[in-house]
């Protein structure tokens, strides 16, 4: 559950992802390097199921999930394996796109993905029968909401807050997308960026990565203990941006 955004910058590329989750869930590992079936890959790691909901490999690529597809679901007791590990497969391969296109995701819950390798731009869905895919336009910005946690009647007033950001940002840092993903909104505590539901639900955690020709900056906010990390991650091959 939580809020993407993708921005364009130039010669940079922008993705942030606040995760808003149950405050009982056990509180993540800070972004770290890890091999994955090869793979170099860097990503913050969840403690309890062992995945993520962002990631970049060596080849520059980088992937991002968000729970559920196109509608709110009711969940099954139990699944075959956690969405998180699911990005992980994806995420650590040669070809995001074609791993994507043919994992098998039976008896998964529905996710959003979205793909970014060599300048092209995805957004896969996984409604629990079968998969989505869009192209997208790689050169503008783009906004993200779970709709497990939000109407859309929200998404769309997210999407006039990230278009209004954007407006007023047309070559954004990344200090300020994260400092977006922190201030975002109207000040509706439920639906905000980062948001609070009566200490239940609320903003974890803001993960942030800054994509340059040869390598990666990812900015990792912990907002329970108010603590921050900074990782830069070189590609073995050099990222068309363009």
């Known amino acids: 559950m939580c809020t993407v955004t993708y921005a364009p910058a130039g010669d940079r590329l922008l993705i942030a992802h606040s995760r808003d989750e149950k405050s009982i869930r056990p509180k993540a590992i800070e972004p770290r390097e890890y091999c994955v079936s090869g793979h170099e890959l860097l990503f913050p790691r969840d403690t309890l199921a062992g995945g993520t909901w962002m990631a970049v490999n060596r080849n520059g690529a980088a992937a991002v999930l968000l729970n559920g597809a196109f509608e709110k679901h009711l969940p099954q007791s139990s699944y075959r394996k956690s969405r998180g590990l699911v990005l992980l497969d994806i995420i650590a391969s040669g070809d995001i796109y074609n791993s994507w296109r043919h ?22 869905r996984w409604d629990g029968r079968q998969k989505h895919t869009m192209k997208l336009d790689a050169s503008t910005a783009h906004t993200w909401s779970s709709v497990t946690l939000y109407t859309q009647a929200v998404i769309g007033r997210r999407e006039q807050w990230f278009a209004r950001w954007r407006q007023q940002h047309p070559q954004p840092s990344l200090q300020d997308i994260v400092t977006y993903h922190l201030s975002g909104g109207d000040g509706d505590l439920h639906n905000d960026l980062r948001m609070n539901r009566e200490e239940r639900m609320l903003t974890v955690s803001i993960t942030a990565m800054e994509l340059c020709v040869d390598q990666c900056r990812l900015q990792y906010l912990d907002l329970r203990d108010n603590t921050s990390y900074e990782h830069d991650f070189s590609f073995t091959h050099l990222t068309l941006l363009t």
């Open 103 to 124: 994992i098998d995701l039976r008896n998964i819950e529905p996710f959003t993905v979205v793909l970014w390798n060599k300048g092209l731009l995805y957004e896969g």
